[in-house]
């Protein structure tokens, strides 16, 4: 199994508060995303990292941000948590040459509800 | 631009019994496409994927997916369905840098 690991793995929060939840990996990979999972929706993109420092925008980044200070980490902030963003998150790494034929390898899963 | 379809989100099948999961996609290139499962409550988990070498691609636990270019289809097989197959299953398709998931298909297996 890829070395990631995700903390916490729960967490329940009031509206209005700040949150974050850490991706960490031990496989030096270059590209980091967070994803969040919703009933019939799949696994909807929400920040991508493709080197320290270097961070992009998926389909549903808006309430969040993300910050890479470190190869190994990767960590994804609500600043002001809703309810709407009561979710299941996963982080994924995939290989270090970025090529879209490498399979993504993905993190136990944070669940978070924002009461 | 790319994006992914499946075509059910929930199949049930009886235990021994042939599995068919449907995945159509859109690409403007050549796309490298995946599927994934997640048990419950559980991370996804790599089946297969494809990268553009053979067409009939062979995953784990006796799962395989055809790429078809002229249907832009991707269809998950088993020729016969086990108990510990139900989950759900999602399509992938990557594009550069990123991956689009399709919504899922739910399997059951009935004893």
């Known amino acids: 199994d890829a070395g990631i690991t995700q903390s916490p793995r729960h967490k329940v929060t009031e509206t209005g508060t700040p949150v974050t939840l850490r991706c960490h990996q031990t496989e030096n990979h270059r590209y980091m995303y967070w994803y969040r999972q919703d009933p019939g929706h799949g696994l909807r993109l929400i920040h991508y990292s493709y080197g320290v420092k270097d961070t992009d925008k998926g389909e549903v980044s808006d309430g969040y941000s993300v910050s890479r200070s470190k190869t190994e980490d990767f960590l994804l902030t609500l600043e002001s948590a809703t309810s709407s963003q009561t979710s299941v998150y996963f982080c994924?790494?995939?290989?270090?040459?970025?090529?879209?034929?490498?399979?993504?390898?993905f993190g136990p899963g944070t669940r978070l509800t924002v009461l | 631009a790319q994006s992914v379809t499946q075509l059910d989100s929930h199949v049930s099948v009886s235990e021994g019994t042939p599995v068919l999961l449907r995945c159509n996609y859109s690409s403007s290139y050549s796309p490298s496409l995946f599927w994934y499962v997640q048990h419950p409550n559980k991370g996804l988990q790599l089946l297969l994927k494809y990268t553009s070498a053979a067409t009939l691609v062979k995953g784990i636990n006796g799962f395989e997916a055809e790429f078809k270019k002229s249907e832009t289809s991707f269809h998950l097989t088993k020729p016969s369905a086990h108990m510990s197959d139900a989950a759900e299953y999602f399509c992938v398709v990557s594009g550069t840098y990123k991956y689009i998931f399709g919504t899922g298909t739910r399997l059951k297996v009935l004893a």
């Open positions: 994924a790494i995939t290989g270090t040459s970025g090529s879209r034929d490498n399979e993504q390898f």
